[in-house]
């Protein structure tokens, strides 16, 4: 059964905190991405990859971090310095490009205690 | 600003009904995409539209796109209770690296 998982659902953070949200694939895409979704709102890009070990700040970056170390895994990290975590993360993966369709994990929703 | 905003911000039908979504951007686009979000959900690709083309069909959706406007509509035809969603157009700026998200339209079908 083919797609992208992320875990986990629902995430709680305390101040101070670094959390990990994981992002997995198994649809062989080159580029996988991280968006983040506040009520209400549209999607906004935090971090892409094109290609394993290398990646690209999106356009809200800041209090955040990511690695890919494996092509099927993109793992995002939300620091302490992101002061206004609360919100929904969407990843989403594409064969090579911004250019192709995108497929959406089902989200992880981080709440702070 | 977003560079593709959706019109209207909510929109509620009876079933059976068609219900027409419309977005609207700023820059030359490579190409316009449209994605349905249920509630609490992860997004689901519906259709992709290349800036060469003026329309494109999928079941019972059909979109359309005005590069001279710099707009493009989303139809769902014979709307079901199934269709209730967050409809949402993303367009690709030409020389960007991403792609755009509207603030979506939120759409409710009453039985």
């Known amino acids: 059964d083919g797609g992208i998982t992320q875990s986990p659902k629902y995430l709680f953070r305390k101040e101070g905190q670094n959390v990990t949200l994981s992002c997995e694939q198994n649809?062989?895409?080159?580029?996988m991405y991280w968006y983040r979704q506040d009520p209400g709102q549209g999607l906004r890009l935090i971090y892409y990859?094109?290609?394993?070990?290398?990646?690209q700040k999106g356009d809200i970056a800041e209090g955040y971090s990511v690695s890919r170390e494996k092509k099927e895994s993109f793992p995002l990290t939300v620091t302490s310095a992101q002061k206004n975590p609360t919100a929904f993360y969407l990843c989403a993966s594409s064969t090579w490009s911004f250019q192709e369709t995108q497929y959406f994990g089902p989200g992880t929703r981080l709440l702070v205690l | 600003s977003q560079q593709g905003e959706e019109d209207p911000q909510a929109l509620s039908i009876q079933e059976g009904e068609n219900a027409t979504m419309n977005c609207s951007y700023k820059?030359?686009?490579?190409?316009l995409q449209w994605y349905r979000q249920n509630s609490g959900r992860g997004l689901v690709h519906l259709i992709l539209?290349?800036?060469?083309?003026r329309e494109k069909h999928s079941g019972r959706l059909r979109v359309t796109l005005d590069t001279s406007k710099k707009s493009s509509s989303l139809l769902i035809t014979a709307s079901r209770a199934a269709d209730t969603a967050s409809y949402f157009c993303?367009?690709?700026?030409?020389?960007?690296?991403?792609?755009?998200f509207g603030q979506g339209t939120r759409l409710t079908i009453n039985p």
């Open positions: 990859s094109q290609i394993v070990n290398d990646f």
């Open positions: 539209i290349r800036s060469n083309e």
């Open positions: 993303a367009t690709i700026i030409q020389g960007a690296q991403k792609l755009v």
């Open positions: 649809l062989n895409h080159d580029a």
């Open positions: 820059t030359s686009i490579n190409n």
